[in-house]
């Protein structure tokens, strides 16, 4: 994992538990400012990147976090000054687990990362949200979204229908006539686990640069790991014999059962493989069955209670993680387990749920358990944040 020397200023919005922030710092960009409302996850990004006594270890960087409404915060006075504006709005009103209210949904922050954009006029910018925009039922108002972020400037008015605005934006878009501020965007779906993320987890992204950065950018949604790369070695390589797993647990599953019998062991997928939960969490004590062990380490305590019904079935061993979820309603984490060849299943540690998103081991989170894995249910991994970073940042440089 490499740090990038360069600094560049940046700005964080709706940061949650700071997994975007994260791998945007591992590619160079340092923010200004932090914004985030929930206490909770605050805590979480203090704890981590806040001002330390001078008896405690110096964090990577400080982050000036704002704890509170994005929609009282300025952000005039960094106008020019930016390099780039990050952050997921709340993905509620998109996510395929939610109510699917989008646009007439009081919780859509997208607005005001449009407004942050305006203002600050930043050279580029980064938004994730879930893959559930891109749901066939919310396509133009995915296309609403990537207009105004493309001409931030061209606002609606007062009372206007969001239909109507987004007339006048299409119509805007088209003009040969464009004055004003204006951004190149693309968007893509990413699955994180093929980024090196031991976890299915998909992601739209809104990526934009700004008219005069000539930037050239690109982005492979295929990445460098692939599921046959995964699958061929279990199937032929040393997989089950370098995790020292027994030949009775040694399964495959779905659709990596029915890949397996196509596979030939002469043709070996160049792509890196798909990195497992196994992978990611065995050198970790069970925090079930080694309690004591367990409790020496930050944030890995057992969490009784897990238990299989229709949906919720866990996460095999052997595969990437299924994603982890925050638990918008039920009960929180309700499908975040792991599941043994067995067929018994428990909890993921609040530990063991950062690792799969790829959070660095010394990072703390706050709350309660059901709190915790509400903020990483909801974080962007940090290793897919990197590789989107340092992407965007060397356009920056070339641009420059």
């Not at 990526?207 to 690109?218: C, I, L, M, T």
């Given at each position: 994992m490499s740090t990038q020397s360069t600094k560049r200023a940046s700005v964080e919005l709706f940061a949650g538990a700071g997994g975007l922030g994260i791998g945007l710092a591992q590619a160079g960009f340092e923010p200004e400012m932090v914004v985030e409302f929930n206490k909770w996850c605050c805590d979480t990004l203090r704890d981590n990147h806040g001002v330390l006594t001078e008896n405690e270890p110096v964090p990577a960087a400080t982050w000036h976090v704002i704890e509170g409404d994005v929609r009282k915060v300025g952000f005039k006075d960094l106008e020019g000054k930016l390099d780039l504006i990050s952050g997921g709005p709340p993905c509620q009103p998109f996510s395929l687990g939610g109510q699917h209210r989008a646009f007439d949904d009081a919780r859509d922050m997208f607005p005001q990362a449009v407004r942050a954009v305006r203002e600050a006029r930043p050279r580029a910018f980064v938004f994730e949200n879930v893959k559930g925009l891109t749901r066939a039922s919310f396509m133009s108002y995915f296309e609403y979204v990537k207009l105004q972020l493309e001409h931030p400037e061209l606002i609606s008015k007062k009372n206007e229908d969001w239909q109507d605005h987004l007339a006048r934006l299409e119509q805007h878009h088209t003009s040969t006539n464009r004055d004003g501020?204006?951004?190149?965007?693309?968007?893509?779906?990413?699955?994180?686990?093929?980024?090196?993320?031991?976890?299915?987890?998909?992601?739209?992204?809104?990526?934009?640069?700004?008219?005069?950065?000539?930037?050239?950018?690109?982005?492979?949604?295929?990445?460098?790991?692939?599921?046959?790369?995964?699958?061929?070695?279990?199937?032929?390589?040393?997989?089950?014999?370098?995790?020292?797993?027994s030949k009775h647990d040694r399964v495959l599953e779905g659709r990596a059962k029915l890949m397996a019998k196509r596979l030939s062991k002469d043709e070996k997928p160049e792509s890196l493989p798909w990195r497992t939960t196994r992978e990611a969490i065995m050198d970790l004590p069970d925090p079930e069955k080694a309690p004591k062990a367990a409790a020496k380490i930050d944030n890995h305590r057992f969490q009784p209670g897990a238990r299989v019904y229709p949906g919720h079935t866990g996460s095999f061993l052997d595969e990437p993680s299924k994603t982890l979820k925050a638990g918008v309603h039920g009960v929180p984490g309700g499908e975040n387990m792991l599941r043994r060849a067995d067929g018994s299943v428990r909890y993921f540690s609040t530990r063991e749920a950062a690792r799969i998103q790829t959070f660095p081991d010394d990072y703390r989170l706050h709350g309660a358990w059901s709190e915790c894995m509400r903020q990483l249910g909801n974080a962007v991994p940090v290793e897919l944040a990197r590789v989107i970073g340092e992407s965007v940042a060397k356009q920056l440089d070339e641009a420059a």
């Open positions: 501020l204006h951004y190149k965007v693309v968007t893509k779906l990413l699955n994180s686990a093929n980024f090196g993320v031991p976890q299915r987890r998909e992601r739209v992204l809104f990526v934009g640069f700004r008219d005069d950065v000539n930037a050239k950018w690109s982005f492979k949604e295929e990445g460098s790991h692939t599921q046959a790369a995964l699958v061929w070695d279990q199937t032929f390589g040393d997989y089950w014999d370098r995790n020292e797993i």
